[in-house]
């Protein structure tokens, strides 16, 4: 399996068949949770990469986001990047605080 960066996934039949599992699951309408752990520079990413290629072989619609320095300290920064290609803008609400037009 070859991963988007072009990386080779060996010896991660385990990992691959769980995430298989999971997404069989999702696409039967069943919702669940797989958490990818361990040390730095194991494959984590590339894992990631292959799960998302995976589900949309399996005809799922794929979200991904990732943070940002800069959004440390605004809460749910990483979740509206995620959200934000399939939000509606007439459900999103008006800005407020120092966002707000004519604030600061």
């Known amino acids: 399996m070859v991963g988007e960066a072009g990386e080779r996934l060996l010896e991660r039949g385990a990992e691959l068949g769980a995430l298989d599992e999971a ?12 958490v990818i752990e361990g040390a730095p520079g194991i494959g984590k ?6 799960a998302r290629e995976r ?8 979200l991904a986001a990732r943070g940002a320095v800069l959004e440390r300290e605004y809460p749910f920064g990483v979740a509206r990047r ?23």
Do not use: K, N, Q, Y
């Open 23 to 34: 997404i069989a699951a999702a696409a039967a309408g069943d919702g669940g949770l797989v």
């Open 45 to 50: 990413t590339v894992l990631l990469a292959a």
């Open 55 to 62: 589900a949309r072989a399996a005809g799922l619609e794929v």
């Open 82 to 104: 995620l959200l934000e290609p399939v939000m509606d803008p007439a459900d999103e609400p008006p800005l407020a605080g120092p966002f707000a037009a004519g604030d600061g």
